[in-house]
């Protein structure tokens, strides 16, 4: 770039500004629910004048870039359009396409530019690509275990950290030898091999429950590959979008890493899924008290104050209109009903909001964990549904549980629990949960749908 | 080109997006964390104007083809990450009546 900018050269930079500062106001809009949809407007004019800008450039040939895309909106229109229940697993499909984006484009510069790149710009391409890379795999075994493709259990292995160790180690050393050698071309590719490999070795010993972080994190590097772009292709409009994606990827995966108990370290060195090996479940069958939906129904209806706590059980059985009917049948008979949202509840942060925000469940009754705790005492009846290991009273009282010190929602506390479950088998985690043992718990079996459904038709009277 | 004043100005661009960044987004509820990262992917897919370059310069056929396939890739995260989040956002209504948002509405 030349110092002196030719007057189309500053119209684009300064569409770019506009751009930038768009998208800032945009993710600014989303902190609350009533501005929110504003900020989409804002991304969306933000965009269109980016691309609008680097049309503008001259000696662009046009008719390859139209058929991008245009290929590029049709495959997007239907990963619009999924189901909510599917929203993980397209989050995790977006962040590799975006990596795939970075991976590319760094592979091609490597490839215009090599031999004559300047060891700053190689640091800071092999960053790229390599986060890039990993990304792209990474988020595609992310995906592939959400939509139940790949086998959800975690997979570990003797000796995993240390090859995932290895693994990254060669592919830095590559990355050092070419910022000194940018001449040995032929490295490249293996460099990229690597970050491919590493991306499936990472995700491989992840469970269900460590997604909402592994989808943060995996967020996070997605934003920094492209910010990294942003200093290979100087723009400074990329390195703004890559390092507020990035952030926020990262602040999300902070969020989820302290909702678990983990160290940030802990996180980023993908020393996720080794929580599931320990404590198996006690072995023998302790008494536990169930009811039907007629008893359930009963002691719902006789409450003054109920708080839900949902979890990706609800999600699986698909119960969450079934729960709307519920809160509306409580509700018209006076019964103050609230939703208790643990923030790693589901698949992805915020999983659970979306899902009832979808079954028309009125936003301001979704209330997060800090806010609602201190609620459970006077709370007559807390019910649980598909939610486990964070109602888990072990988390605070039993030092040698593998989730002590995680921050719970206190449902024990509540006069009477109820635990919608299909059974008291103890599932992936493993871990054996107090909660359904107490003398205040009673627990609920079934399928999350149905028996909600039987409630919802008790308190109707027949007809629901 | 004077490219060690270049980085020393992207460097501070990327510094000063990163504290906004963190600033803006440790203040979106946590209400709306999924459609927070499904904005953000689509804003991130700004990538796209990289992948353009490529495409529309036109120096060699891997950078071409390369180029392409990144355009299409980023192009579906713009479209499809800004359509749900907009299917998202809609959904989500308060209880009280919209008209009038009322003062003691929780202050976050």
């Known amino acids: 770039m030349t110092t002196e900018l030719a007057g189309g050269q500053v119209v684009i930079e300064i569409l770019y500004l506009i751009a930038s500062v768009l998208f800032i106001l945009s993710l600014k809009w989303m902190s609350s629910p009533t501005t929110a949809r504003h900020g989409i407007w804002a991304g969306e004019i933000g965009m269109v004048l980016a691309i609008g800008g680097t049309l503008l450039h001259h000696g662009m040939s046009y008719r390859l870039i139209g058929i991008a895309l245009v290929l590029g909106t049709i495959i997007g229109v239907p990963l619009g359009e999924v189901a909510m229940t599917a929203v993980p697993q397209r989050t995790a499909l977006s962040h590799a396409f975006g990596a795939l984006c970075v991976t590319l484009v760094g592979s091609a510069e490597f490839y215009l530019r090599a031999p004559d790149i300047s060891r700053f710009m190689m640091a800071v391409l092999s960053l790229e690509v390599i986060l890039g890379g990993l990304t792209v795999t990474g988020s595609l075994m992310a995906a592939g275990k959400l939509q139940e493709i790949l086998p959800q259990r975690p997979l570990t292995y003797k000796g995993q950290n240390l090859v995932n160790f290895v693994l990254l180690a060669g592919a830095l050393a590559i990355a050092v030898t070419l910022v000194l050698h940018p001449e040995a071309r032929s490295l490249f590719p293996f460099m990229i091999l690597i970050a491919l490999t590493f991306g499936v070795l990472l995700i491989i010993p992840i469970g269900g429950a460590d997604m909402p972080t592994v989808i943060s994190l995996l967020n996070g590097y997605a934003g920094l590959s492209a910010a990294a772009m942003g200093f290979v292709l100087d723009s400074k409009l990329l390195i703004i979008a890559g390092a507020l994606d990035g952030s926020s990827g990262l602040i999300l995966s902070i969020i989820m890493s302290k909702a678990m108990n983990r160290s940030f370290a802990n996180v980023l060195f993908g020393a996720f899924g080794q929580v599931q090996a320990a404590s198996a479940a006690g072995g023998e069958a302790r008494p536990v008290r169930s009811a039907t939906p007629e008893e359930a129904a009963a002691i719902l209806s006789a409450a003054n104050r109920v708080i839900v706590v949902p979890g990706y059980g609800m999600a699986v059985a698909q119960a969450q209109h079934k729960v709307r009917e519920l809160y509306d049948a409580l509700s018209k008979r006076g019964v103050d009903v609230r939703f208790a949202i643990h923030p790693v509840a589901g698949r992805m942060p915020g999983h659970m909001n979306v899902l009832l925000a979808e079954a028309d469940i009125p936003y301001d009754r979704l209330i997060e964990m800090d806010e609602i705790n201190s609620d459970f005492p006077q709370t007559d009846v807390a019910l649980v549904i598909g939610a486990n290991d964070v109602t888990n009273p072990a988390a605070r009282s039993d030092a040698s549980s593998p989730i002590y010190g995680m921050p719970i929602l206190d449902v024990d506390k509540a006069h009477t629990v109820m635990v919608i479950k299909r059974s008291m088998n103890p599932g992936f985690a493993g871990i054996d949960n107090p909660l359904y043992y107490l003398d205040n718990t009673l627990m609920l079996f079934g399928d999350a749908k149905a028996f909600v459904g039987s409630i919802v038709r008790e308190l109707t009277g027949g007809h629901g | ?108």
């Not at chain 2, 459609?35 to 891997?62: Q, R």
């Open chain 2, 1 to 108: 080109m004077n490219s060690s004043s270049n980085l020393i100005n992207a460097l501070f661009i990327f510094v000063l997006a990163g504290f906004i960044g963190f600033e803006v987004i440790r203040r979106v509820s946590p209400l709306l964390h999924t459609p927070l990262m499904s904005l953000t992917n689509a804003l991130d897919a700004i990538a796209v104007v990289g992948a353009i370059f490529l495409v529309g310069e036109h120096k060699s056929t891997l950078s071409t083809v390369f180029g392409f396939v990144a355009v299409v890739a980023a192009t579906s995260n713009i479209v499809g990450g800004f359509l749900i989040t907009d299917r998202m956002l809609k959904m989500f209504k308060s209880s009280r009546p919209a008209a009038k948002p009322a003062a003691k509405s929780v202050a976050k």
